[in-house]
T-cell receptor
Framework: NAGVTQTPKFRILKIGQSMTLQCTQD?????MYWYRQDPGMGLKLIYY???????DKGEVPNGYNVSRSTTEDFPLRLELAAPSQTSVYFC???????????FGPGTRLTVL | QKEVEQNSGPLSVPEGAIASLNCTYS??????FFWYRQYSGKSPELIMS????GDKEDGRFTAQLNKASQYVSLLIRDSQPSDSATYLC???????????FGKGTRLHILP
């Protein structure tokens, strides 16, 4: 996964709980992204960042928050978990020199 | 709302034949186009990118782009069972750095 790590790999939450999905890269790339993928579906962009201190909304930002205090880390926060947030979450970076997007291994989240 | 459309499949192709995957997009100003392969339970991996009208070949894979028709395709020659996966088409919007994905086409290569 080209230096993109995500934790945890799996998590079960109860409705209303909160949690942070961690994403860390060791390649010093500026562009980082959070996607969710529902079963049998494509990827939906939640938030993205073009550098430390800069974040922007994607297609489906409601119910999520992000921060980008360092180049390496781009955590995704769920404040009040809902069953609709059951999904697989992928963090990704773009290597601008080759215009290649690399994905982390994903976090499988279930909200019951 | 920018959209990327793909037939969800499954597309079944005999081993050794050519698999043809298609994608249309709504943003006429899009400049960058990508094909990703995703095995079940794994993360997507980039297999082809294309930026100009015409064909781009890489081994058994050929990407084709027609901006006038807002259409991009992926051909896989000499299909192998290991090509069985979901193929995601993705388009980068012209105005910023967001990449929009289609829902993917499931490809099944029949031995």
């Amino acid at each position: 996964n080209a230096g993109v790590t995500q934790t945890p790999k799996f998590r079960i939450l109860k409705i209303g709980q909160s949690m942070t999905l961690q994403c860390t890269q060791d390649m010093n790339h500026n562009y980082m992204y959070w996607y969710r993928q529902d079963p049998g579906m494509g990827l939906k962009l939640i938030y993205y960042s073009v550098g430390a201190g800069i974040t922007d909304k994607g297609e489906v930002p409601n119910g999520y928050n992000v921060s980008r205090s360092t180049t390496e880390d781009f955590p995704l926060r769920l404040e009040l978990a809902a069953p609709s947030q059951t999904s697989v979450y992928f963090c990704a970076i773009t290597e601008t020199s080759t215009d290649t997007q690399y994905f982390g291994p994903g976090t499988r989240l279930t909200v019951l | 709302q920018k959209e990327v459309e793909q037939n969800s499949g499954p597309l079944s192709v005999p081993e050794g034949a050519i698999a043809s995957l298609n994608c249309t997009y709504s943003d006429r100003g899009s400049q960058s186009f990508f094909w990703y392969r995703q095995y079940s339970g794994k993360s997507p991996e980039l297999i082809m990118s294309i930026y100009s009208n015409g064909d781009k070949e890489d081994g058994r894979f050929t990407a084709q782009l027609n901006k006038a028709s807002q259409y991009v395709s992926l051909l896989i020659r000499d299909s192998q069972p290991s090509d069985s996966a979901t193929y995601l088409c993705a388009v980068r919007e012209n105005r910023d750095d967001k990449i929009i994905f289609g829902k993917g086409t499931r490809l099944h290569i029949l031995p």
